[in-house]
């Protein structure tokens, strides 16, 4: 008997330490994946290190966690963890892909401001067709999936263009908010207001407008 219990005393203590070492060593690999996602890489043909920043030119590739950003020149404010960067910018992130020609991008807190000829291909969850926008200034905030476009703001989706002064997208919600002289195209059908609401979600498809609403509709 004494044997019998002993033998089990010891298999309770070696899963017992099993399942501590495992323990630690997720938490270890928890650790890891946050530093790493805190982590910055960078590569360019040419640096030029100043007093308080980094002066960077030719094939600029720039990863952080998910993120590549690919530019030919640029500075690097070190102090602020700020890029400025201009010339052909291509941004390949979790949401989709965006190209500008200017692009300012706070790395710590993973917001990134696109300006003039701004395109982006912007990926919905669950969904089978992407959302195409175009503006001159594009704002990303990359830790709630949400972004704000303004100026010239032209958004393509399911056969529809909207157009706007303002576009607020809330990730969350997944909602689309549009304002300032709102046009929503159909063919050659379209409807006009002051702003206008469009669910994105899966399953809850259609969008709302107010405000001097006006509807040209032509009849089969």
Known sequence: MHKFDLKWVIFILLLILSFNFAAVLAQQDNQENKAEAKTVYIDSDHL??????????????IRKDQTTIKANNGELIREENKLFLENEINVDYEDGIVTSNNLTALLKEEEYIFENNVK????????????????????????????TAKNNVLIKYEGKNFKGDKAEYVGEEEILYLTGNVMIEEGKNWVKSNQAKFFLGEGKEGYTADGNVQIKMILD
Not at 48 to 54: D, I, P
């Open 48 to 61: 030029k290190y100043e007093e308080e920043k980094t002066i960077l030119s030719g094939h600029i590739v």
């Open 120 to 147: 982006m291909d912007y990926i919905l969850e669950n969904r089978d067709e992407n959302m195409q926008l175009e503006s001159e200034y594009l704002q990303i905030f990359g830790e709630n999936n949400s972004f």
